[in-house]
């Protein structure tokens, strides 16, 4: 692999936590000095929920419900709240500290603008008008942070909303010599049968972030088109190139030791 490259990984087709493992890592080998940058595209087959790194399981899934529809479920390495994967595009982005620097000093801010601005650049070359939200005031009833949280409830600032709506969630793990970024572009809005959490008859918050007047979605586009839109973003608006490369046997058995490790101590469910 060349020392400063931003790879392509072609779309791995695995359950919820094994894609998990692989975002995991891609992370860990940018921060061992193993990898520049790596860029990778994936759907969750079967649909799946995965919830941020601190939260209790227990509070946002059904499992019983999850179980019924035949949806898988995943912890992540990175924060924030649950998210669907459920007619949508995944993405994840792993740099390391080298790869931001060449974008500016190395830290969450600037991993983050560089992502989502990119994101940005590509989703307008195929008719969208992205924004990235700044902070401030809500944007069409969706607040900053979260309660209940559901991450596309609320808004983080650098992430992108189309029609004041939230269009692109995103998570971040930050480690000493890296960063890794993912998350969800939805394909079609989610629908008042796609519940995944416990039902709670008390709490509006639920229903109000189910209503699809606050979740954006671009159903009038395939996930291909989607997909090379966000790359030419990337690559264009960083004036990176990416080169194509198919994890050998050493990647697929870290990734293996990943989810060793994680079964072994009880990970996904630890809270």
């Known amino acids: 692999m060349s020392a400063s ?27 061992d000095g193993n990898l520049y940058a790596a860029v990778r595209f994936y759907q969750m087959s079967p649909s799946a929920v995965t919830i941020g790194r601190h939260q209790r399981f227990r509070s946002v899934l059904d499992e019983e419900l999850l179980e019924q529809r035949g ?9 924030g709240g649950a998210l669907l994967h459920h007619r949508e595009l ?6 390391s500290k080298e790869a931001i620097q060449a974008h500016g000093p190395f830290g969450f801010q600037t991993a983050f603008r560089m992502i989502m601005s990119g994101f940005r650049h590509g989703l307008e070359s195929v008719g969208c008008q992205p924004m990235l939200y700044m ?4 944007v069409n009833g969706a607040p900053r942070a979260s309660a ?9 600032r650098y992430e992108i909303t189309i029609d004041d709506r939230k269009a692109v969630a995103a998570a971040q793990l930050m480690l000493p010599n890296a960063c890794l970024q993912h998350g969800t572009l939805y394909l079609q809005a989610p629908q008042p049968e796609d519940r995944f959490w416990p039902e709670i008859g008390d709490d509006a918050e639920y229903s109000r ?9 671009v159903d009038s586009r395939a996930p291909e088109t989607l997909e090379a839109a ?3 973003g990337l690559t264009e608006h960083l004036s990176v190139a990416l080169c194509a490369w198919t994890p050998d ?16 101590d009880g990970y996904h469910r630890r809270r």
């Open 71 to 79: 949806w898988e479920w995943s912890r992540r390495v990175t924060g």
């Open 5 to 31: 490259a931003w790879y392509h990984i072609p779309r791995i087709d695995v359950p919820a936590k094994e894609q998990m493992a692989i975002d995991a890592t891609l992370a860990g080998w940018c921060a």
């Open 209 to 217: 972030w189910w209503d699809t007047t606050s979740v954006s979605s």
């Open 230 to 232: 966000l790359k030419s």
């Open 249 to 264: 046997r050493d990647f697929d058995t870290a990734v293996g030791d990943q989810m060793g490790e994680w079964e072994a």
């Open 90 to 95: 995944n993405y994840a982005v792993a740099l």
């Open 135 to 138: 902070g401030g005031a809500e």
């Open 148 to 156: 209940h949280g559901l991450c596309e409830h609320s808004l983080t």
